[in-house]
């Protein structure tokens, strides 16, 4: 019986000391995988919370030495669906929550087009850091569950995984800037400057809503130059019958699978 005891014991602690060693190993991959350099973007450095001066002159807000432009208007009568009608120029990417925040409420929300033009921007900063373009999306849309969507795919967009690795063509980290004028997959998605979200109205006209809130939305195509087969995107803006800044209420076109790239994207700055 005491021998029996004995190897007992014997077994529970070598079955305890296996426990131990193996979930430390499963805490290290998982630590390894959390912190590995593959997952840091390559334009991470790019996003910082630096407060700079904010000035609004008519149609154009300067950020420091960064600078957006509204121009024109989006004509919802329009059965011209093909030729843009309004603008928003940029010379920079903002550089992270603090600046995209004042640029959508200084001017950029204050229009269809200019809360449109915001989505790539949101987009890129997402892709440079997750947590951050996240609250940029929040702050962008109309939900939560519009965010969740959004989020749901670009998450495994622009970040590798063993389901889909860095040379799988189902990664298109250049997705944003296929959105802005000039960019197309044969020229490595290299938009011309400053950069430019060209826009026009869509086949739908104008709705009311009242799935989520009282408004309207808003359809409003993107023009794009050679990225999709179809250079509109089309694009969904809400606004709330009691006014206030324009919110994205819905953008699937804004981030579905693009033409692959020839050449190497050079980034946007």
């Known amino acids: 019986m005491k021998r029996q005891?004995?190897?007992t014991s014997l077994a529970s602690l070598l079955a305890a000391v296996t426990f131990v060693a193996f979930t430390a190993g499963m805490c290290g991959n998982e630590d390894s995988s959390t912190n590995s350099s593959t997952n840091k973007d390559k334009w991470a450095n790019l996003v910082n919370e630096d407060k700079k001066s904010v000035s609004v002159d008519g149609n154009t807000l300067t950020y420091g030495s960064h600078r957006y432009t509204v121009s024109g208007e989006i004509d919802f009568e329009s059965t011209d669906h093909k030729t843009p009608t309004a603008w928003v120029e940029f010379t920079n990417i903002p550089s992270g929550f603090t600046e995209f925040k004042a640029v959508y409420e200084g001017l950029l929300g204050n229009s269809i087009h200019g809360t449109t033009a915001m989505i790539p921007m949101a987009e890129e900063i997402y892709a440079r850091d997750a947590s951050t373009g996240e609250k940029c999306f929040k702050l962008l849309c109309n939900s939560d569950a519009t965010v969740s969507g959004i989020i749901r795919i670009l998450k495994t967009k622009f970040v590798a995984s063993e389901y889909s690795p860095e040379?799988?063509?189902?990664?298109?980290?250049?997705?944003?800037?296929?959105?802005?004028?000039g960019a197309t997959y044969t020229n490595a998605y290299a938009p011309k400057e400053p950069y430019t979200v060209a826009m026009c109205s869509h086949a739908n006209k104008p709705q009311q809503t009242s799935i989520t809130s009282d408004g309207t939305v808003y359809y409003v195509y993107v023009l794009t130059s050679g990225g999709w087969e179809s250079e509109q995107r089309g694009m969904e803006i809400y606004q709330n019958w009691d006014g206030g800044?324009?919110?994205?209420?819905?953008?699937?076109?804004?981030?579905?699978?693009?033409r692959n790239i020839r050449g190497t994207w050079a980034g946007l700055k």
């Open 5 to 7: 005891i004995i190897g």
């Open 167 to 181: 040379n799988d063509s189902y990664i298109q980290r250049y997705l944003p800037a296929a959105l802005l004028q």
């Open 245 to 258: 800044l324009y919110k994205v209420y819905n953008c699937p076109n804004a981030y579905v699978q693009c």
